[in-house]
T-cell receptor, first 116, second 113 residues
Framework: NAGVTQTPKFRILKIGQSMTLQCTQD?????MYWYRQDPGMGLKLIYY???????DKGEVPNGYNVSRSTTEDFPLRLELAAPSQTSVYFC???????????????FGEGSWLTVV | GENVEQHPSTLSVQEGDSAVIKCTYSDSASNYFPWYKQELGKRPQLIIDIRSNVGEKKDQRIAVTLNKTAKHFSLHITETQPEDSAVYFCAASRKGGSEKLVFGKGTKLTVNP
């Protein structure tokens, strides 16, 4: 298994441009997440999905959009990029265990985005 | 929603000493508490986790304790080594729902040789 794969790894955007960060997982996980990590800070949840066709906002959703048309893919769209969106973006996934407590969340390698 | 506070933000120890990082959480329904280690430029990696039905868990030099009444949990690293230097994050989540993690702001641990 490749696990969680994100592309691109690095990108420089100009203010006002748009782009999509791709995320795919091959572990058949229902749950997927997008986090952003600003320098020296913890991870903040942008959007998440508990299954194909279902998405929901996290702590910091403004300026982003997501879609979940398949179990494997969870792309993150940035419309009208702003300098405040300069950050490292991590995609993650897990499988829910409703009859047990706890399950490992797997992270992608991260995407470094700079908006200038 | 859930809020996780983590202390200290930086911690410097001598090789061989112990290190302790503490976190508090606000949502009494949270029942899963993982700890992640993040090296510079890398993704967070799970190092240990604890469920709310246990009070302590150990894995070699690493241990985590949980006090549900006080809503705090701690990471203990014994016999620290230079390769333990990294940023450590605690997190909390409520299992049985969306499983989403809420992270603390991190502790930068430096182990001096």
């Amino acid at each position: 298994n490749a696990g969680v794969t994100q592309t691109p790894k690095f990108r420089i955007l100009k203010i006002g441009q748009s782009m999509t960060l791709q995320c795919t997982q091959d572990m058949n996980h229902n749950y997927m997440y997008w986090y952003r990590q600003d320098p020296g800070m913890g991870l903040k949840l942008i959007y998440y999905s508990v299954g194909a066709g279902i998405t929901d906002k996290g702590e910091v959703p403004n300026g982003y959009n997501v879609s979940r048309s398949t179990t494997e893919d969870f792309p993150l769209r940035l419309e009208l990029a702003a300098p405040s969106q300069t950050s490292v973006y991590f995609c993650a996934s897990t499988a829910p265990l409703r009859d047990k407590l706890g399950n490992t969340i797997y992270f992608g390698e991260g995407s470094w985005l700079t908006v200038v | 929603g859930e809020n996780v506070e983590q202390h200290p933000s930086t911690l410097s120890v001598q090789e061989g000493d112990s290190a302790v990082i503490k976190c508090t959480y606000s949502d009494s329904a949270s029942n899963y508490f993982p700890w992640y280690k993040q090296e510079l430029g890398k993704r967070p990696q799970l190092i240990i986790d604890i469920r709310s039905n246990v009070g302590e868990k150990k894995d070699q030099r690493i241990a985590v304790t949980l006090n549900k009444t006080a809503k705090h949990f701690s990471l203990h690293i014994t016999e620290t080594q230079p390769e333990d230097s990294a940023v450590y994050f605690c997190a909390a989540s409520r299992k049985g729902g969306s499983e989403k993690l809420v992270f603390g702001k991190g502790t930068k641990l430096t182990v001096n040789p």
